[in-house]
Structures are given as C-alpha cells and as structure tokens.
Nanobody, 124 residues
Framework: QVQLVESGGGLVQAGGSLRVSCAAS????????MGWFRQAPEKEREFVAA????????YYATSVRGRFGISRDNAKNTVYLQMNNLKPEDAAVYYC?????????????????WGQGTQVTGSS
C-alpha cells in the first residue's frame, strides 16, 4: 500500500495563491493515478483535480478550472496542487488520494488510499 501525507495548507487572502503538496511513500508512486479532493464544513467531499500516472493528462472540476494546476514529480514521489486566485469558497480541507486504477478518476470511490488532509483557510 501507499501512505500519503499532505502539507502546505494555511491562511490565504482572496485572490492569493497557495501550493499544497502530497508526499507518498510505500509502493512505486508512478503506479498510481492521483487526485485532489476537498471538503468544507457540513459539505460532502468533492473532486478538485486529477492526474494520470505519467502526469501527461490532467482534469479539473469546473469550479477550479483555469485557477488550479495539478502536477506530479514521480522522482520525488510527490503530487502538487497549485491554487491561484483563491476565492472564499475554496476554503476547505484538501485531501490527496491514490488509485491503483489507471487514467483520470473523478470520484472518491475510485481511490484506494487517502491522506489525512491539509486545511486551507480564507481570510478577509
């Protein structure tokens, strides 16, 4: 199995930028499709972005398309989520997830492993 640890969350003003990271350990990182999800208080966990095993294909939720960028460095066993032009509605706990299935995966049930999450909080 693979262990995932997110980092990089914090307090950010509207319009600001933040990059969160997810470090993987355990099995071969490049064997996993990766995704980012988020969960705000009293809301369901929702899909944010996904990337395939090689990093050559990405996909985004409509709400973040054009503002967020997902990338991965297989040599460093890390996946990133660059968040730009942040909005108040982006505040949430951000989770990374790994899937043994290949491709672009957008639903929570397709992922096998989850990190503990990192908090992104908006400030006015």
């Amino acid at each position: 199995q693979v262990q995932l640890v997110e980092s990089g969350g914090g307090l950010v003003q509207a319009g600001g930028s933040l990059r969160v990271s997810c470090a993987a350990s355990g099995r071969t990182f490049s064997n996993y499709a990766m995704g980012w999800f988020r969960q705000a208080p009293e809301k369901e966990r929702e899909f944010v972005a996904a990337i395939n095993r090689s990093g050559g294909s990405t996909y985004y939720a409509t709400s973040v398309r054009g503002r967020f960028g997902i990338s991965r460095d297989n040599a460093k066993n890390t996946v990133y989520l660059q968040m730009n032009n942040l909005k108040p509605e982006d505040a949430a706990v951000y989770y990374c997830a790994a899937a043994t299935t290949s491709g672009i995966l957008t639903t929570t049930t397709r992922y096998n492993y989850w990190g503990q999450g990192t908090q992104v909080t908006g400030s006015s």
